[in-house]
């Protein structure tokens, strides 16, 4: 079954201080598209990344950075040098090319909270 | 370019009454998507609409709730009557069809709707 595991609840570093956020996968299929979202406390979800199941480069933009590794099933997120307007909570997501419905399967969530 | 457009930002009802939520997707996407999303139960899917047809209703919760979109640029969900529980933030989202892939859904900035 389909279903996407973010283990941490909530995070809380002091800003300058790298972070990673978990994301943990289930899927049967061998085609499958992992997202992360951002949804800040203005409250709304901003699409951060988008990777396919056939390509496992992990990924960089400015102070974000992607790993993903099918041989663990997860999507971790880290964002290095963290400043205080990173502060969100952060979803991850997956969605099944065949027979998916074009449904997202939403983990819970991790709030981060970045202190001054 | 604009991106999802949700009316009203806010809303405050009363229970028993009608409430329409409106949105206008991405120009050029048409796949449609309404979400519901509370602390207790997250980001739950409602409904999804591909060139302007409703392909699966299977989260709508229950026969208050309908929804349509008349054309590819608009589309309304209705509450009638509201009831407390109904209370939430609700957001469109809007995707390109998937062309051998799930496409990436853009989400507006969500109508928070509070039942009285």
């Known amino acids: 079954a389909q279903k996407v595991t973010q283990a941490q609840t909530e995070i809380s570093v002091v800003e300058k201080e790298d972070v990673t956020l978990d994301c943990v996968y289930e899927t049967r299929d061998t085609t499958y598209y992992l997202f992360w979202y951002k949804q800040p406390p203005s409250g709304e979800l901003v699409f951060l990344i988008r990777r396919n199941s056939f390509d496992e480069q992990n990924e960089i933009s400015g102070r974000y950075s992607w790993n993903f590794q099918k041989s663990t099933s997860s999507f971790n997120f880290t964002i290095t040098a963290s400043q205080v307007v990173d502060s969100a909570v952060y979803f991850c997501a997956l969605s099944e090319a065949v027979d998916s419905n074009y449904q997202l399967i939403w983990g819970a969530g991790t709030k981060l909270i970045i202190k001054p | 370019d604009a991106g999802v457009i949700q009316s009203p930002r806010h809303e405050v009802t009363e229970m028993g009454q009608e409430v329409t939520l409106r949105c206008k997707p991405i120009?050029?996407?048409?796949?449609l998507f309404w979400y519901r999303q509370t602390m207790m139960r997250g980001l739950e899917l409602l409904i999804y609409f591909n060139n302007n047809v409703p392909i699966d209703d299977s989260g709508m919760p229950e026969d208050r709730f309908s929804a349509k979109m008349p054309n590819a640029s608009f589309s309304t969900l209705k509450i009638q009557p509201s009831e407390p529980r109904d209370s939430a933030v609700y957001f469109c989202?809007?995707?390109?069809?998937?062309?051998?892939?799930?496409?990436?859904?853009?989400f507006g900035p969500g109508t928070r709707l509070l039942v009285l």
């Open positions: 989202a809007s995707s390109l069809a998937p062309t051998g892939g799930l496409e990436t859904q853009y």
């Open positions: 120009s050029g996407h048409n796949s």
